[in-house]
């Protein structure tokens, strides 16, 4: 089954990193994925487009400007029928807002995920684009939340879940981020310049206001005179990199866009993520996967990943003091740290396979195609026996 995922921009983002994990899978469950952004190919909006390469994507550019480029339409609908797929994905909120129509007029189904989460805005403009990004989405195959905690936001927002709407999981290559054997801790990449054997909290993030790379910095002086040595490794780009690291103490490593955040997040001692606002961290559950356990904040759907107590510890958002409260009392109990990690791998083995979520994906592409008018579904390659 061809499937065309068309997604905002090729930035930095979860998002589009779990475009390139999906495609490693997808063959499994008898998808063949390519993947264009939306926006046109400028410098600010192809971070992501080397990983994407390395996946085995073709990547590609529809090149729409903004919301209402009159050449929106047009565009889109020759990309989805020169792709020749019989099912097309929209992820992110511009994507899902004009994807799902150029699809009914290229006469495909459509998905769309939005792999953020519904808030208020203030202004009106903008009240209206999230509305409409809605509308337009739920009117596809399929409107795909990727956290409980993001659909009932949107349901406080725009009214009851229409039936299109369901929640989704995004999952994670387990086997990628397989937990260190016993024996001595594994070192991070040389060159990082991390002394060996100081205490790592990494935070695995695009750099952007949201993520509250700024509170955990706030944070930081305090740790260290309760932890010395300690390192934040903050692992990520974005705008904001300039102010933040204009802000940084001793202490933090900034490492930039990294593809080898597997080896760094089993090298590290503990995952942060001081969020303001997130739907599904991404990085989270990577954390999980590497069995290590979590600081995070209580947004969004962070609790359905982090398991206060139990695989992680949960703080309310903005606030340096219970933030680095919760980091120290982790660095220095190794045994409860220990505990919390491998139950957090339990986790993520039970709930964010990335093999379980390609299958229920290509289940639900299926289903589209049998629904769909003057079209049939499109056999699927028989999936491969997993190992155990």
Known sequence: MRVLQIIDSFSFGGAERLLATLNGVASQAGLDLTVASLSPHTPERTASLP????AGLRPSFVGVRKLLDPTAMPKLVSAIRESGCDVVHAH???????VPLAARLAGVPCFSTLHHLPRRQPERRDRLKSRLCIRSAE?????????RAARDAAERLHGPARPSWTVLHNGVDLTAFEPADHGPPPELPADLGVPAGVPVVSVVAALRAAKGHEVALRAWDEVRRRVPGAV??????GVHRAALESVAGDGVVFAGSREDVPAILRASTLALLPSLTEALPTSVIEAAAAGIATVAT?????????????????V???DPVPLGGA???????PER??????AARRLATERFDLRTWARRLAEMYDGALNAHPHRAAVPRAPQQKEST
Not at 51 to 54: F, G, P, S, T, V
Request: charged fraction near 15%; glycine fraction near 16%.
């Open 139 to 147: 009117r596809g195959a399929g409107l795909i939340f990727v956290s």
């Open 51 to 54: 990983l994407l390469q390395a």
């Open 327 to 333: 980091v120290v009392e982790l660095l220095l109990d």
């Open 298 to 314: 209580t947004v969004g759907g962070t609790p359905e990943i982090v398991d206060h107590g139990r695989t992680g510890l949960l």
């Open 232 to 237: 934040l490794l903050i692992v990520g780009d």
């Open 92 to 98: 992110l909120g511009t994507s899902a807002t004009l």
């Open 337 to 342: 740290r220990a505990r919390y990690g491998s």
């Open 316 to 318: 309310a958002p903005g």
